[in-house]
């Protein structure tokens, strides 16, 4: 949700970040709706003031036997209440309005973040690790699986439909063996709290986060009006909505491992085949809630700790810095971390880590107190993947992969896997 102060102090600056998006000028828009929202009030206010002194003028007409003056006062009282109902409900209307205008308009991006339509104009930060150099014509990480006879999309197409898979055996264990080393990784060495989130979440929850209104068609509704999480972000982040912290318990860090649950509504075409675009996947989420001043410097901690995921289990990745026309809603900067992927011969995303600014905490109504001060202040709010469990997976089966299509089981990971250095068909 963005601030309508600071849009009446600068239209001309939030229509030009608005155009780096590639959206069209709102200033206007919005702060001639703001103007009639203020006038409706201003004159609810004047018509309640003057109900209130018309009806302590009855009582003075009728002591003074006025009785003609006091029965046009007691007709003035009834059409000023009449006109206060009217008033009320057009300012309702009004708020909603403004309300749900604001509501469908996305963050605005930070000045180093490059311009551009889509992730052509992504921008390389950094790169780690080599591509493993393979004797053998690298297989897909679904088509290693499959032959394992370990993963089984045709089960899960049976009972559930397309974008669906079920793991067995040593890659149920693996997925099993990620999340733990992740969730081990992140609360023991980088101080995140660990979390155990509800994976279902009413509508404010997500209108917190910036899924809801605009992106309903992603999501998985429930008969009993309530959402399945597209990803531990939602429940984690509203954990501080409607609340108000000291400055001294900031940063929150918290992470979760869970399920996440994504229509995939415009991906018809796309990853059709494989775990890289799932409707159900497991991932270990990063939330932040920090100060204002510490918020871009968290961005790159959590960006750090994602990557060091990678960097325990041998994975090449790259890091791009996302353009304005490739960052999500509720984002001002972005890093996606690309892991390699020799089946794809290509760098595929396996986690963003975003700032959000004070964008998601205005939805929640989430501020902090500073420290020895009394004005209260909005939180700013990150987010960031640490890691997508499955898309780990598959980074680990294609560039652990052997000539016979077993799969070299990383160190970090053995000791969560009893010792088992491979999976294989022996």
């Not at 708020?95 to 509501?103: M, R």
């Not at 992740?182 to 009413?202: K, N, W």
């Not at 994975?315 to 890093?335: E, I, N, Q, W």
Request: glycine residues 8%.
């Amino acid at each position: 949700m963005h601030d309508l102060k600071a849009i009446r102090d600068d239209p001309e600056g939030f229509d030009k970040r608005l155009a780096a998006r590639g959206l069209e000028p709102q200033a206007s828009a919005l702060l001639d709706l703001d103007s009639a929202r203020r006038a409706s009030v201003a004159t609810l206010q004047e018509a309640q003031t003057r109900r209130n002194s018309a009806s302590k003028e009855i009582g003075n007409a009728k002591a003074a036997g006025d009785d003609k003056k006091a029965q046009a006062l007691i007709d003035e009282v009834a059409a000023l209440k009449a006109t206060l109902q009217t008033g009320e409900d057009e300012q309702r209307r009004l708020d909603e309005a403004l309300k749900g205008a604001l509501a469908e308009i996305p963050n605005l991006p930070l000045d180093d973040v490059p311009v551009g339509a889509d992730e052509a104009a992504n921008i390389e930060v950094r790169r780690w690790g080599e591509p493993p150099a393979l004797s053998f014509a690298p297989q897909q990480h679904f088509e290693l699986g499959e032959a394992l006879g370990l993963m089984d999309f045709e089960a899960a197409a049976k009972m559930s439909g397309a974008r669906f898979v079920v793991l067995k055996g040593a890659l149920a264990w693996l997925e099993r063996a990620l999340a733990a080393f992740m969730l081990d990784l992140h609360t023991g060495e980088f101080g995140y709290t660990e979390v155990v989130p509800p994976a279902l979440v009413r509508d404010q929850a997500l209108f917190g986060t910036g899924q809801l209104p605009k992106f309903a068609d992603d999501l998985f509704a429930t008969t009993q009006e309530s959402w399945l999480i597209p990803t531990a972000e939602v429940p984690l982040t509203n954990l501080v909505r409607e609340s108000t912290l000291e400055e001294a318990e900031l940063p929150l860090r918290l992470t979760a491992w869970t399920p996440c649950f994504r229509a995939e509504a415009g991906a018809a075409g796309k990853d059709t085949r494989g775990m890289i675009r799932q409707h159900q996947f497991s991932k270990v989420e990063l939330v932040s809630i920090t100060t204002p001043g510490a918020a871009l410097d968290e961005l790159e901690r959590m960006t750090g700790c994602a990557e060091e995921v990678l960097k325990r289990l041998g994975l090449p990745y790259r890091v791009m810095l996302l353009s304005t026309g490739d960052m999500g809603f509720s984002a001002r900067k972005t890093y996606d971390i690309e892991v390699w992927l020799p089946g794809q011969e290509t760098y595929r995303e396996i986690s963003s880590c975003s700032v959000c600014g004070d964008f998601q905490a205005r939805r929640m109504d989430a501020r902090f107190r500073s420290k020895g001060g009394k004005d209260l202040e909005f939180v700013h709010t990150l987010n960031g993947s640490g890691l997508a469990v499955g898309r780990t997976m598959v980074a680990l089966l294609e560039n652990y992969q052997q000539a016979n299509g077993d799969i070299t089981i990383p160190e970090a990971l053995r000791p969560y896997m009893g010792g088992l250095e491979k999976i294989g068909t022996d």
